[in-house]
């Protein structure tokens, strides 16, 4: 059973408008949060991230929001560029305890058309 | 400063036949881990190893094994492939006590069982 979710497989935003990506996690325990993003042919590289004791953390024009009452996140793109176009993938851990394991999501394609 | 570097880049083995991936990085990271990557599924955590001579299963371990002989090296051995093993997979390293959770990813290796 996944314990983080990415429901949307695809978004689709213009460029220079703002892209939301949105992930739902279900274990409770979770107390960090990643963002990374992944172009074809390469690895995934680290975006973002966000620890449980805040609700916002920006990094230039990338910014995760956590609402723990919910188990929700979200990271928002502003603006967007095509050179955003990618897979993001949405992951968390427990920290300590499981030495830093991390849960994915499946993903999301991102498309930022001119 | 290579970071994580992965051999091969692609593989095609035939049912039966055995191989093993190669994981290096320079990063001095005690923290190694090995995932797969299939389309609409995320990254799975495969095995993992805390240290030098430890490994640990992970989510999906059967039809694999790994070994981390020397720190800056983890390898992932298949001793008869199958076709569900046909994937893409990652190796990903990461130090312990930086307070972040983020791991380093290498390239990819994409292999396919015919």
């Known amino acids: 059973d996944q314990q983080v979710k990415q429901n949307s497989p695809s978004l689709s935003v213009q460029e220079g408008r703002i892209s939301i990506l949105n992930c739902d996690y279900t274990?409770?325990?979770?107390?960090?949060f990643l963002w990374y993003k992944k172009y074809p042919a390469e690895g995934p590289t680290f975006l973002i991230s966000?620890?449980?004791?805040?609700d916002k953390n920006e990094d230039g024009r990338f910014t995760v929001f956590l609402n723990k009452s919910a188990k929700h996140l979200s990271l928002h793109i502003v603006p967007s560029q095509p050179g955003d176009s990618a897979v993001y993938f949405c992951?968390?851990?427990?920290?300590?305890?499981?030495?830093?394991?991390?849960?994915f999501g499946r993903g999301t394609q991102l498309t930022v058309w001119p | 400063n290579a970071g994580v570097t992965q051999t091969p880049k692609f593989r095609v083995l035939k049912t039966g036949q055995s191989m093993t991936l190669l994981c290096a990085q320079d990063?001095?990271?005690?923290?190694m881990y090995w995932y797969r990557q299939d389309p609409g599924m995320g990254l799975r955590l495969i095995h993992y190893?805390?240290?030098?001579?430890?490994?640990a299963k992970g989510e999906v371990p059967d039809g694999y094994n790994v070994s981390r002989l020397k720190k800056q090296n983890f390898l992932l051995g298949l001793e008869s492939a199958a076709p569900s093993q046909t994937s893409v997979y990652f190796c990903?390293?990461?130090?312990?006590?930086?307070?972040?959770?983020?791991?380093?990813f290498g390239p990819g290796t994409r292999l396919t069982v015919t």
């Open positions: 990903a390293s990461r130090q312990p006590g930086q307070g972040a959770y983020e791991q380093y």
């Open positions: 274990n409770s325990m979770f107390d960090y």
């Open positions: 966000i620890s449980s004791i805040k």
């Open positions: 992951a968390a851990s427990e920290g300590g305890s499981t030495l830093g394991r991390l849960y």
């Open positions: 990063m001095n990271h005690e923290y």
């Open positions: 190893s805390v240290g030098e001579g430890t490994t």
